[in-house]
């Protein structure tokens, strides 16, 4: 089975949820390919200390999804199974929103609509340092709301920041509806295009669609910064969670635990 796959991460999102007697599931299950596809193939990694020279950014601004990158920083070490294992217990260092102070998040997030701004500002430092050093920064579609987005937005464009590269989560939900519902977003490609990015819509969940979008993006150095619109299926991977938006705050139960890993298990 290779690095990074979509399965076994989802799996590791099972057991912490469940282990932990948490939520969030539906949400860090939307996201698993963007991420896995990223850190596969396209992320330049850091060390231990995260001072490895040239070494790209990821910024979760979707804090909440955090049990997929915590998945994700477990295949390449910076997390052991202990940590894993110990997810959002007392006295974890692994809580349910990204926090900073765990090596491999660049930002404390979860509070909304903030992270972007942590990654236009790496993105813009590393212009100024003039390495070819690459912002990833992954945002929720109904993270959109928040006015700090638009600002980022701006700030990215101004400063031509083509070394940025936003991802949204387009899985049409947020914690308390779909995201029509509380507040129509209309095209987020046309937006973000009319604020000056280049804009790719692709399948989030379709990992060669996902692969080509990254090179694609990253390799144009043309002074826009970037945009990937993923649609993407929250709950994805296990039937009775699919579209339900109930599992952004439902917690496992032995049953659904068992259910939900027998759907995964006979995934080939």
């Not at 955090?66 to 052991?80: F, R």
């Not at 070819?132 to 109904?142: A, E, F, N, P, R």
């Amino acid at each position: 089975m290779e690095r990074f796959d979509p399965t076994r991460i989802r799996r590791a999102i099972l057991d912490m949820a469940y282990s932990g007697g948490t939520v969030h599931i539906g949400c860090a299950f939307s996201i698993v390919e963007l991420l896995a596809v990223l850190y596969r193939n396209h992320l330049r990694l850091a060390g231990p200390d995260q001072a490895t020279e040239g070494r790209d950014y990821m910024v979760l601004s979707k804090g909440h999804g955090v049990m997929t990158l915590y998945a994700c920083l477990n295949e390449i070490g910076m997390l052991s199974d202990e940590d894993i294992k110990q997810y959002f217990r007392d006295g974890t260092r692994l809580k349910g929103l990204a926090d900073v102070h765990v090596a491999g998040v660049e930002a404390t997030t979860g509070s909304l609509g903030h992270g972007l701004s942590v990654g236009a500002g790496l993105a813009l430092a590393a212009k100024r340092k003039k390495t070819d050093q690459i912002s990833y920064v992954l945002v929720g579609d109904g993270e959109l709301n928040e006015g700090a987005i638009w600002e980022a937005v701006l700030f990215a464009a101004h400063f031509k920041l083509d070394n940025l590269i936003v991802i949204v989560d387009k899985n049409g939900f947020q914690a308390m509806g779909s995201t029509h519902e509380v507040i129509e977003l209309g095209s987020i490609e046309q937006k973000f295009s009319a604020f000056g990015f280049d804009a790719l819509t692709v399948d989030g969940h379709d990992e060669a669609a996902v692969d080509a979008a990254y090179q694609s993006l990253k390799t144009n150095k043309n002074g826009r910064p970037k945009v990937i619109v993923a649609n993407t299926v929250k709950g994805k991977g296990v039937s009775f969670m699919e579209h339900d938006n109930t599992w952004h705050y439902t917690r496992l139960t032995p049953e659904t635990y068992r259910a939900a890993i027998a759907e995964l298990e006979v995934i080939v």
